[in-house]
């Protein structure tokens, strides 16, 4: 393809992905993200994933790796990753300014071990954890295993990013003690059980699928979850958040893994 097509077709696919996000809060990004450097971000992943290191998430009551967190700040591959032009571009457009990374993950959701996400609202918890001013940020998700229907897909509730944070009346006002807790499969600012059913009677829910390298962007205040995995299919996903350089959380006191203290853009 001539620099000129790619140029032309890049546009094009970024003001369609940017009309989806604001119109349902989640976009694909049907953009082929280079080969080469996701399989060496798998491998390392996998790799980092067996080291014994506090930056890595097991499932509760068991040794079977969860998620492995803050990678980008050390690791080569990870760090080209996060500054390669085609995700910066996406989440420059979809927020409206520039950007540094604020959390880099991989949920690895094992096969048969894996376990679920709650629903729940990323803005939730860097709102109260972090003091995260407003939701001008997005996380890119990018498959690095197929993710299908019975491996605990990420799903969403369409249109719920317009909703704000939805907090029980009950709601105490207190940060968790334990960064563990805003990771496990028991979350610390899930969605209160009494709003659930109305949500999803009242909201169309999607899927994201997909084969290896499939990218999609969802917004912080979407409603959001995921199932065990119930099949013998590992489900890996990257998960890169980019915040707006004007937008550095007030209180972030969690491990530098969690929430990278480096806000310079990228
Ligand atoms: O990995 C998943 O299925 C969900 C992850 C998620 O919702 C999160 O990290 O906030």
């Known amino acids: 393809?001539?620099?000129?097509?790619?140029?032309?077709?890049?546009?094009?696919?970024?003001?369609?992905?940017?009309?989806?996000?604001?119109?349902?809060?989640w976009c694909e990004y049907r953009q082929p993200f280079p080969a080469d450097l996701l399989a060496e971000v798998k491998q390392r992943i996998e790799e980092i994933s067996r080291l014994r290191q506090p930056e890595v998430v097991y499932?509760?009551?068991?040794?079977?790796?969860?998620?492995?967190?803050?990678c980008h700040r050390y690791d080569e591959a990870?760090?080209?990753?996060?500054?390669?032009?085609?995700?910066?571009d996406l989440a420059e457009t979809l927020i409206g300014s520039r950007v540094y990374v604020?959390?880099?993950?991989?949920?690895?959701?094992?096969?048969?071990?894996?376990?679920?996400?709650?629903?729940?609202?990323?803005?939730?918890?860097?709102?109260?954890?972090?003091?995260?001013?407003?939701?001008?940020?997005?996380?890119?998700?990018i498959n690095l295993d197929e993710a299908h229907e019975s491996n605990g897909p990420l799903r969403v509730l369409d249109g719920t990013h317009r909703l704000g944070v939805l907090e029980s009346v009950s709601r105490k006002e207190?940060?968790?003690?334990?960064w563990k807790d805003d990771v496990?499969?028991?979350?610390?600012?899930?969605?209160?059980?009494?709003?659930?059913?109305?949500?999803?009677?009242?909201?169309?829910m999607s899927q994201f699928t997909g084969l290896p390298g499939t990218i999609t962007a969802f917004h912080p205040c979407i409603v959001h979850s995921s199932s065990n995995n119930h099949s013998n299919d590992r489900r890996s996903i990257l998960f890169v958040?980019?915040?707006?350089?004007?937008?550095?959380?007030?209180?972030?006191?969690?491990?530098?893994f969690l929430v990278d203290p480096d806000t310079s853009p990228l």
């Open 1 to 25: 393809m001539s620099p000129v097509k790619n140029e032309v077709s890049n546009a094009d696919t970024l003001t369609r992905a940017a009309f989806d996000y604001q119109n349902q809060g």
């Open 59 to 70: 499932e509760d009551g068991s040794d079977v790796a969860r998620g492995v967190h803050g």
């Open 78 to 88: 990870c760090a080209a990753l996060v500054r390669s032009r085609i995700l910066v």
């Open 102 to 141: 604020y959390q880099f993950k991989a949920n690895i959701k094992a096969a048969r071990e894996g376990r679920e996400w709650p629903w729940h609202q990323d803005f939730a918890f860097w709102l109260h954890e972090d003091g995260m001013p407003s939701p001008d940020a997005v996380t890119i998700a």
């Open 174 to 178: 207190n940060r968790t003690s334990n």
């Open 184 to 204: 496990s499969s028991n979350l610390s600012h899930a969605v209160p059980p009494e709003l659930i059913g109305g949500l999803l009677a009242d909201y169309p």
């Open 241 to 256: 958040t980019y915040n707006s350089v004007d937008n550095a959380p007030t209180h972030a006191t969690r491990p530098d």
